[in-house]
């Protein structure tokens, strides 16, 4: 090892520490019913126009049965499970339901910070930001944002990456 050079030094290994916004439990409880309602009107029509088969019927009750279950259920344990993070190293994401995903993107390693704002995300205020990095496992998304939150967060992440070295490769 030559003298005077840094060692990088570990980043830590830790939950994030902010949750998404409270409203994003009604987005996803939105999408939950916009995904059953997508499955269940092609039924509908099907068993309208067939007659209405008994086995047709009782798959449309399983859909619509399912998706309120997911629209009931889902989004609590989402809003309990997502969280972020960003430091003056890393972005930190844990996000998931059933398998649970938990990210660090080394800001040196950020190429571009991006925010999105779905039709639903629109009508309840919020909006996700993508840090795309470079790295093979793909972009790093914060999604259930407050659309100012998420805009002041990709203008201080894009400063950090500006004042950070490195060449995000």
Known sequence: MQTGSTVPTALPLRPPAHRVDPRARSWWRLRGLGGAATVALPQLVVALVLGGPGWLWGTLVATVAAGLVYAAVV???????????????????????????????????????????????????????????????????????????????ARQLTETTQATPGDAT
């Open 75 to 153: 989004p609590g344990i989402l809003f309990r499970i997502h969280r972020w993070e960003v430091t003056e190293e890393a972005v930190y994401t844990l996000s998931g339901w059933l398998v649970r995903e938990w990210r660090i993107a080394p800001i040196s390693r950020v190429q571009t910070v991006d925010t999105e704002h779905g039709p639903l995300q629109q009508l309840l205020g919020l909006a996700s930001v993508t840090v795309t990095t470079a790295s093979a496992r793909g972009p790093v998304t914060i999604r259930g944002l407050a659309t100012a939150h998420a805009q002041e967060l």
